[in-house]
């Protein structure tokens, strides 16, 4: 079974770049039919779809965000990783990696989470 | 994009009682609707996928049904691991959003 785990820091400085990098391990992120993508939730709300990529290195990012967003992928490392630029007190949240499964019968069901991390925006 | 909204935002409900969450697209998603439940200080879990579909090792007592733009989530007999806060997502196009969520409570 797949398994996600984010990693980076947990304090951000306002006006700088938040870096959180996603590692998957039980399965290989160069499998077709799955986009790898990122999730928040600020402190008591809702989702909010960041992004994603594909293994070839596609990307697809949400509009409200797509001038501070960089998704990549490193598929010798099974990894993929988030940059969120100029940030601001509005962008702490706990941030999720997910596989986007669009095989099988499935159409972008996100089925397999990280445990996801909390980035807070501070001075 | 896509708005997505839940009726009701929060819910009181007994063990052993039958549950029905509604999501209500603002435009036609066809059955591109998925269902996921979230404990607090955990990540949200696959529950149904395109409308009716039960995600794996998912019971049996939750199921989805609806298309078009209106889509519900039912748990048949409620049991006190169902506790939690309930999301739809439409993933008929980006950006993918999802709903406000539904908070089912203890009564």
């Known amino acids: 079974q797949v398994q996600l785990q984010e990693s980076g820091p947990g304090l951000v400085k306002p006006s700088q770049t938040l870096s959180l990098t996603c590692t998957v391990s039980g399965g290989s992120i160069s499998s077709g039919g799955y986009y790898w993508s990122w999730i928040r939730q600020h402190p008591g709300k809702g989702l909010e779809w960041i992004g994603y990529i594909y293994y070839s290195g596609s990307t697809y990012y949400n509009p409200s965000l797509k001038s501070r967003v960089i998704i990549s992928v490193d598929r010798s490392k099974n990894q993929f990783s988030l940059k969120l630029s100029s940030v601001t007190a509005a962008d702490t949240a706990m941030y999720y990696c997910?596989?986007?499964?669009?095989?099988?019968?499935?159409?972008?069901?996100?089925?397999?989470w990280g445990q996801g991390t909390l980035v807070t925006v501070s001075s | 994009d896509i708005q997505m909204t839940h009726s009701p935002s929060s819910l009181s409900a007994s063990v052993g009682d039958r549950v029905t969450i509604t999501c209500r697209a603002s435009q036609s998603i066809l059955t591109s609707l998925n269902w996921y439940q979230q404990k607090p200080g955990r990540a949200p879990k696959l529950l149904i996928y395109?409308?009716?579909s039960l995600q794996s090792g998912v019971p049996s007592r939750f199921s989805g049904s609806g298309s078009g733009t209106d889509f519900t989530l039912t748990i048949s007999s409620l049991q006190p691991d169902d506790f939690a806060t309930y999301y739809c997502q439409q993933s008929y196009s980006t950006p993918y959003t999802f709903g406000q969520g539904t908070k089912l409570e203890i009564k």
């Open positions: 395109t409308a009716s």
């Open positions: 997910v596989r986007d499964n669009d095989s099988s019968g499935y159409y972008h069901a996100f089925d397999s």
